[in-house]
């Protein structure tokens, strides 16, 4: 039996980029994880969702994985970059951009 931490790990190193959310992709189902998808969306990143309204684990799982209390929760390349109000800020900053490309994760304007 595979732990909670083990299958949280196995995500987040088996993709380069996971957001860790309430819902889907394709039907987020709250606020704030729509809002970190449509950014993902707008800069043409590919990235894996883990819905954690399906599992209980898992959603208390990755609060305690990063001791960060909220989800959604962005990862790229293993590193756990934030919630929804980083990742707003940093787009806006055009700062998520720069990092995805500095981590080798391309995006729509690259491709």
């Not at 707008?42 to 883990?50: C, I, N, S």
């Not at 684990?57 to 390349?77: D, F, H, S």
């Not at 934030?82 to 729509?108: H, N, P, R, Y």
């Amino acid at each position: 039996m595979t732990s909670v931490t083990e299958r949280i790990e196995s995500e987040i190193q088996g993709n380069p980029v996971v957001l860790y959310m309430k819902g889907t992709p394709v039907f987020p189902q709250c606020g704030f994880s729509a809002r970190v998808v449509q950014i993902l969306s707008h800069v043409g990143v590919p990235f894996k969702g883990v819905n954690v309204l399906e599992d209980p684990e898992i959603r208390e799982g990755i609060k305690a994985y990063t001791n960060w209390p909220t989800i959604p929760q962005l990862y790229v390349n293993g590193e756990f970059v934030g919630g929804c109000d980083i990742v707003m800020e940093m787009f806006q900053s055009g700062e998520l951009q720069s990092m995805l490309k500095e981590k080798g994760i391309a995006t729509k304007a690259e491709a």
